[in-house]
């Protein structure tokens, strides 16, 4: 793997560095609904500022049903550390 990291921005011709390691993303269900939390990291171009999520644990942080799910989302969003997939289909 190269040094920075094994994502490479097409537009710039650049490394992505890492922005921010270990934040939460919440995966929905079709419906909309929540479905599972997962911990990721942010890697961001140097030139263009373009950011990308990746790095997805091999297992999910907390499933829907999880008794700690809500508290363990609450805790991201009230760090700055929450993400979540949009609802709108394409
Ligand atoms: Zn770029």
Redesign the pocket.
Known sequence: MPTLSNTF?A??N?FMKPLAIGVVVEEKMNDGQPYKLWLADILE?P????GVIVGFGQYPLAEHFDPHYERRKKIAIDSDNFYEESEENE
């Open positions: 921005c537009e710039c650049r171009c030139v263009c500022e373009k």
